[in-house]
């Protein structure tokens, strides 16, 4: 049972062009929602995050959008460099029985931004 | 500060062996995370303390696992007779309560043969 889905394993742009990565996900108790981006043999560094009572947060050329009702958000890059490349990750945060404030992170998405 | 460190970055041992990795997190943080993550999957939450308490296990963490951090600052994660199963990369992460997002560390690799 994935509570974090993103669908899109990967994704090809162009730099300088827009880059849209999308995440939905199940549960409507996740009160945070959390970007990772991750270089091979790295662990996850934190981009942007969006509470649930938000909309949008905008952080430079990162923006996340939060569509409650659809139970969707997505991450905007604008404009695109190489250096973005990596696989970024979905996470949600929620409070589990044990009272931890855990992330359950999607299966991720790979761009790749062609010069 | 660095930022949260583990140790080692790599690890290969035999089935059957133990093994025990190290994580130091950011020194303010007190809460500390585990995570592990395979090939194509995301990051899936093993363990949680809060300062030394462990408060809670997920489900994937079997008896053969047992994670500890007794003075509320640096964690260890030990693995008792490893099977090929766990091979994974093994995740550390800290957070401040009250803070929304996580730090993680480079991770430990380990490779079970």
């Known amino acids: 049972d994935q509570q974090v889905k993103q669908n899109s394993p990967s994704l090809s742009v162009q730099e300088g062009r827009i880059s849209i990565l999308n995440c939905d996900y199940t549960?409507?108790?996740?009160?945070?929602f959390l970007w990772y981006k991750k270089y091979p043999a790295e662990g996850p560094t934190f981009l942007i995050s969006i509470s649930s009572i938000k909309d949008k947060n905008e952080d430079g050329r990162f923006t996340v959008f939060l569509n409650k009702s659809a139970k969707h958000l997505s991450l905007h890059i604008v404009p695109s460099q190489p250096g973005d490349s990596a696989v970024y990750f979905c996470?949600?945060?929620?409070?589990?029985?044990?009272?931890?404030?855990?992330?359950?992170f999607g299966k991720g998405t790979k761009l790749t931004v062609n010069p | 500060d660095t930022g949260v460190s583990q140790d080692p970055r790599h690890k290969i041992t035999k089935r059957g062996q133990n093994v025990t990795f190290r994580c130091d997190p950011i020194?303010?943080?007190?809460?500390l995370y585990w995570y592990r993550q395979t090939l194509g999957q995301g990051p899936e939450f093993l363990t949680y303390?809060?300062?030394?308490?462990?408060?809670?296990k997920s489900r994937l963490l079997s008896d053969r696992f047992s994670a500890e951090r007794p003075k509320g600052s640096f964690s260890t994660l030990e693995i008792q007779r490893t099977e090929q199963g766990d091979s994974a990369m093994y995740l550390c992460a800290s957070s401040w309560a009250g803070n929304t997002e996580a730090f993680f560390g480079q991770g430990t690799r380990l490779t079970v043969v």
């Open positions: 020194s303010e943080h007190n809460r």
């Open positions: 996470a949600a945060r929620g409070l589990t029985q044990g009272g931890s404030e855990k992330l359950v």
């Open positions: 303390f809060q300062n030394e308490a462990q408060l809670e």
């Open positions: 549960n409507s108790m996740f009160d945070y």
